[in-house]
C-alpha cells in the first residue's frame, strides 16, 4: 500500500502568480481536496496540491515529488497528476486547468467516465507480453487519452474516491501472451503459482507452427505416467531425477555460450533426449481459437509456442519454475525441487464457461470465478444491445474482435478500457457491424 503522503516543501515549487484564481495545498491530495470542496462558494475551481508518492513497486526508492490537479467546472470534476512544474499563465481556472493538460501530455481523468489502457510490451526470452494494468520494477502501465498518458499509480493515489482501484492496490492484472511460433524457443516457463490464478483466452494460433490450427499448452502431467510409476511420490521421483538431469546440461550449454564456445552436435543432441525425457512426464492440453483455460493454483502449466492468449490473472509475482528449455533470465536458479514437492499432479476436470442470462443477440459467459476475481465473455451480435449496470469496484474490458464505442472512446481489437467504479451505460452493436467479442473482469471483494 501507498504510504501517507507526506508534506512536500510547499506551494514554492510552481511558478503561480499571487493573482491567479486557484488554491494551492500540499499533503495527502484526497484530503486536501475534501477540505478545499467542504469550504469553497459554488463556482469552477481549481486546486494544486503537491505531494510525495513511495514508488511502492520499486526496492528502496525514494519518494516522488508529484502534483494533483483538481479542476471543478459546473460541479464536474476531472483530475490530473504531474511531475512538471506547473507555470500559471491563464486567470481562467478551467483554461488554465485544460492548458496545462495539453501542454504536459496528462490524462485528465473523470470519475464518472471509461478511460483507455495504454499497452506496454514487456520483452520475454520467448516472445513477449503486453500488459495493460501491470505496476512493477519492469515496468508501470498508464492511462492513456488524445492529450497524454499518466501512470495509473500516480492517479491512484490522487481520486478522490477510489473509482479506479484504492491507492496502492493493483489492478487485477490484464495482459497478452504472445510466444514466437518456433518450437521450444517460444515456448513458456513450466512453473506452477502458489497463490496467483489465472484464466487464459486463446485469440491467435500460429498456422505457421500448427498447420491445423490447434496449438498446446503444457498442463499437468500425464494420468498414464502415473499410474506406470506405481504411486504418485514414485513418479515425483522420477520427474525431478529427469528434471535434474536436463537442468545440468541446459546449464552446461548456457555456460559454454556465455564463454564464447560453440556447442557440440553430441551436447545439443543430449540436450534434446534429456528434455524429450523430461517432458513426457507431462500432458500437452489442445488449444483452439476461442478456447478458455482456467489454471488452478499448484497446477504446473506452459503455454507453447506459436499460441496467442489474453490472460486475467491475479496482481501478484509469484511463480515456481519447474523447467525451462532456455536460459532463464529472471533469476539465477529453477524451484524444482520444492515445486516439485508440492505441485499438483493433474488439472480439475474441464468444463465449458457457463452461460448467463443477457438480452437478444448477446451471449454472456463466466469464464472464470475465482477468489480474488471473476472474469466474463460477451459475445454480442450486429444490433444488439445491452446495458451495463453498476458494478461496486472497476471493471476491465478487452476487445477482443469488432470495435466498441464507450462515450467517445473507439475500442478495436486488443484496446482496453477501465470501466471506473459505479459506471453505467449501453453498450450497442450497429446493424452494419460486424459481432463484438469482448472479455470484463473485475476484482471481487
Known sequence: MIPPASPTEGPGRHRIPASAALTRDSGDPRECFRRWRASRAPGDGLLLVDFQLIPYWLDNAAPQPLTALFSLCKEALAVAVTDRVLEADVADPTQQYRRWVKQHGLVSFDPSTPTRLGPLAIAKPWGREIWYTGVERRGVCQFVS????????????????????????????????????QPVTGDLYFELHEKKREVYVVTHVDRGAWPDGVGYMRYGFDPQQIVQHGTPELFRAAYLASVLAYEKQRRALDLMTERGEEPGEQALERERDLRDQMDRFTKLQALRVGDVIAVPQLLPHALQHGVRTVEFQTPSYDRKILSFGQKVLTQDHWDSREAVAQMRLLPPRASAPVRLAGPAGTRIEQIAVFDDFEAQRVIMQPGARWELGAESSYRLLLVVSGELTLQDIACQAEEAILLPHGWRGELAVPEAATPLVFLLAWPRS
Open 146 to 181: 488524445e492529450e497524454g498518458s499518466t501512470p495509473i499509480p500516480w492517479l491512484q493515489a490522487a481520486l478522490p474516491i477510489p473509482v479506479a482501484g484504492a491507492p496502492g492496490e493493483a489492478l487485477v492484472l490484464l495482459k497478452i501472451l504472445d510466444p514466437l511460433a
